[in-house]
């Protein structure tokens, strides 16, 4: 008879369960199928004091993918809030924010910008970069994890949350704040690459109390959507909705097309113009995935 138990690490092909009980036990998978994800819950065989093996997954309320080879790289499962973190230095990547709304869109997942370090004299000038997505309806917390992390706190509280964004935003330290024993390990920010160490190599599942989860994930530069097609993509970017169905042609791809609402909208200024590049970039990678 099956177990259930939640996996509370994911670290390649090796897993961390744990049982109703609190009790952990290092898991493994039968075969070479390793498409399981932090967050997860599974069936598992228990062999031993100290080891499983899983024998499938329950069915799952949401799912993260790490990149566009989605299958083989999962980031979280089950997760009801994702927390992008972002932080004025280093600079971040506002087509990552956007990837990782559409996802949270995609998965009726929650989002919450998290704009961390925010004591920095570069706060001001990435607060106001974010205003466009403040204006689309997406909420917006700042705070520095060294200082009072409270109000993320309460944000999290009833949620299965993720902690999603480039390495050197202070995800680990966000984490070490908001769970002191944590140990999530924090190294110093390559100044000159400006960019973050990778300092977490592997999701991992934390208790915030008995009603909230925080999960932590490896530092990520892209993040992937080929389980949405290219026609849902204007649905998932708020900024486009008032103007679907108002094209010229119902299958506008909104490129050159005459009479394209979303052109047109760009073109007074209603939709920044790199939310658009971003809509083409995106149908293209989408189209060709779907094609292959």
């Known amino acids: 008879m099956s177990d259930i138990a939640r996996i509370v690490t994911s670290h390649g092909r090796i897993y961390i369960v744990e049982l109703a009980d609190g009790s952990r036990r290092q898991a493994s998978t039968r075969g070479k199928k390793t498409d399981y994800a932090c967050g997860d819950r599974v069936r598992i065989q228990i062999l031993n004091a100290e080891q499983a093996v899983i024998e499938g997954a329950e069915e799952r309320r949401s799912l993260l993918y790490r990149s566009d080879q989605w299958r083989s790289k999962l980031i979280a ?17 506002d087509e990552l924010i956007g990837r990782c709304l559409i996802a949270a869109e995609a998965a009726d997942i929650e989002p919450l910008i998290c704009l961390n370090k ?7 000038e990435a607060n106001e970069r974010l205003q466009y997505y403040t204006g689309l309806g997406y909420p917006l917390l700042c705070l520095s994890a060294l200082a009072d992390v409270q109000q993320l706190r309460e944000r999290l509280h009833g949620h299965i949350s993720v902690l999603v964004g480039q390495s050197g935003m202070g995800k680990s330290t966000l984490t070490n704040a908001l769970i002191p024993d944590a140990n999530a390990r924090i190294n110093d920010i390559s100044v000159a690459l400006d960019s973050g160490k990778h300092t977490t190599t592997h999701a991992t599942l934390y208790h915030l109390d008995a009603e909230s989860d925080l999960i932590d994930s490896p530092g990520l530069q892209s993040f992937g959507l080929a389980h949405v097609t290219a026609e849902e993509l204007p649905r998932l970017m708020p900024d486009f909705r008032p103007f679907i169905g108002e094209c010229r042609f119902h299958n506008c791809r909104h490129r050159h097309e005459p009479g394209c609402a979303i052109l047109g909208a760009v073109a007074e200024g209603k939709v920044r113009s790199d939310r658009l ?11 060709a995935a779907q094609s292959y």
């Open 277 to 287: 590049a971003l809509l083409h970039r995106l149908q293209d990678e989408l189209s």
């Open 118 to 124: 925010s004591d920095l004299p570069q706060a001001a």
């Open 77 to 93: 499962a089950n997760v009801s809030q994702i927390v992008i973190v972002v932080a004025p230095v280093p600079s971040f990547f």
